[in-house]
């Protein structure tokens, strides 16, 4: 059975739950707007794209920088959006092999050795 992903307001709300404070606590105590980020949290406004506004929504959910669920943070707000995540972005050898990974992602035949290449790629090995 596939497990849905969750959306990205989806799991701002979980996180921001997971503070024990309510939406208007958490704005207040964060300086942000509650009624946006309610929008947000119930998926009528798309996540922010600016690497400063969802490290600041980061540390306000009390997200360790570079773990997991930061990570996931960020990954998830991209997707929602439709757009790769730019440090994906801004590596040449990866951005390279970007062709590779959608035609694999679209079930067409790739041989081996090209799969090795793409996994040794993405680990930066």
């Known amino acids: 059975m596939n497990k849905r992903r969750k959306k990205f307001g989806e799991l701002f709300k979980e996180l921001r739950m997971a503070t024990g404070l309510t939406l208007r606590e958490f704005s ?21 794209q600016s690497r400063e506004k969802l490290t600041e929504y980061a540390k306000a959910l009390r997200l360790t920088e570079s773990s997991d669920a930061w990570f996931d943070f960020f990954d998830t707000a991209s997707a929602d959006a439709g757009v790769i995540p730019e440090e994906v972005m801004s590596d ?6 970007l062709p590779l990974l959608f035609r ?9 050795e090209k799969l090795k290449e793409l996994i040794r790629v993405i680990r930066g090995k």
Do not use: C, F, W, Y
Not at 28 to 48: F, I, Q, T, V, Y
Not at 92 to 97: I, L, N, Q, S, T
């Open 28 to 48: 207040s105590k964060h300086k942000l707007d509650a009624g946006n980020l309610s929008k947000l949290e119930r998926g009528l406004l798309k996540p922010p």
């Open 104 to 112: 694999t992602l679209r079930g067409k035949r790739v041989s081996a």
């Open 92 to 97: 040449a050898e990866v951005v390279d092999k």
